[in-house]
């Protein structure tokens, strides 16, 4: 008796001992992509005005002048689209050194940015480039590419359920893989285009300056999606 009593107690503990089993839910996961093509509708273009350029020709005031004329005369507003980036002034401690300011200007087309390129090179500004290109309303943009991403892992999603006689359910898990926001433009430069103009004959041609076209850019947004998949209809 003592024995039997031993190898049942031991049975029941071993059968306590047992994990006891979870329940895995059935899922399906799913990748849905959106993307668009864009055409930029800002630009920056970074301008130095320097009292060293053409040899010391003009002052930094003189330049100053001049840069007002050209983005005058190219149609910008530049108390709303420029504004000081940096600047090295003559002091009291530091009064014979060469001048200078740069300044960023803002633009909202690729004509724009053309007219004033070439605002600046007749105005003998060499100091002017074209540093990057972004969409204003980017944001915008990925929030509706992210809903069409979304919609897209679903019909995935369903389809493949269907195809094994089931459907989906809930969404239990959402991914999101950010795109990257920023574009960075090919430097567009003035002076070695200003100097190959200034090097000619006046018998020949003056070189044109490259022009400035904004190239579409793409957006792009990813999501993952798990989604329960519902029992086989009977």
Same mark, same amino acid.
């Given at each position: 008796?003592?024995?039997?009593?031993?190898?049942?107690?031991?049975?029941?503990?071993?059968?306590?001992?047992?994990?006891?089993?979870?329940?895995?839910?059935?899922?399906?996961?799913?990748?849905?992509?959106?993307?668009?093509?864009?055409?930029?509708?800002?630009?920056?273009?970074?301008?130095?005005?320097?009292?060293?350029?053409?040899?010391?020709?003009?002052?930094?005031?003189?330049?100053?002048?001049?840069?007002?004329?050209?983005?005058?005369?190219?149609?910008?507003?530049?108390?709303?689209?420029?504004? /000081?980036?940096?600047?090295?002034?003559?002091?009291?401690?530091?009064?014979?050194?060469?001048?200078?300011?740069?300044?960023?200007?803002?633009?909202?087309?690729?004509?724009?940015?053309?007219?004033?390129?070439?605002?600046?090179?007749?105005?003998?500004?060499?100091?002017?480039?074209?540093?990057?290109?972004?969409?204003?309303?980017?944001?915008?943009?990925?929030?509706?590419?992210?809903?069409?991403?979304?919609?897209?892992?679903?019909?995935?999603?369903?389809? /493949?359920?269907?195809?094994?006689?089931?459907?989906?359910?809930?969404?239990?898990?959402?991914?999101?893989? &950010?795109?990257?926001?920023?574009?960075?433009?090919?430097?567009?430069? /003035?002076?070695?285009?200003?100097?190959?103009?200034?090097?000619?004959?006046?018998?020949?041609?003056?070189?044109? /300056? &490259?022009?400035?076209?904004?190239?579409?850019?793409?957006?792009?947004?990813?999501?993952?999606?798990?989604?329960?998949?519902?029992?086989?209809?009977?």
């Amino acid at each position: 008796m003592k024995k039997l009593f031993f190898i049942a107690t031991f049975a029941f503990l071993a059968i306590g001992l047992v994990p006891a089993q979870t329940k895995t839910e059935a899922s399906v996961d799913v990748t849905g992509r959106a993307k668009v093509k864009v055409v930029p509708d800002r630009a920056e273009i970074e301008i130095t005005i320097n009292e060293n350029d053409l040899k010391g020709k003009y002052s930094l005031n003189e330049w100053e002048t001049k840069l007002a004329i050209a983005l005058k005369s190219a149609g910008v507003d530049a108390k709303k689209q420029l504004s /000081l980036y940096r600047q090295y002034l003559a002091t009291a401690k530091r009064k014979n050194i060469k001048q200078y300011k740069t300044f960023k200007l803002e633009v909202y087309t690729a004509e724009e940015a053309q007219n004033v390129m070439d605002a600046l090179v007749e105005n003998e500004i060499s100091g002017g480039r074209l540093t990057k290109v972004w969409l204003a309303d980017r944001e915008a943009v990925s929030d509706s590419l992210k809903v069409e991403a979304i919609k897209s892992a679903k019909h995935d999603a369903s389809v /493949l359920a269907e195809a094994i006689g089931q459907s989906i359910g809930s969404a239990i898990q959402i991914n999101f893989y &950010p795109s990257s926001p920023a574009v960075t433009y090919r430097n567009v430069m /003035l002076k070695s285009a200003r100097n190959e103009a200034m090097a000619v004959t006046a018998d020949e041609a003056i070189p044109e /300056l &490259p022009q400035i076209n904004f190239d579409e850019i793409e957006i792009e947004e990813n999501v993952s999606v798990k989604f329960i998949l519902n029992p086989e209809k009977q």
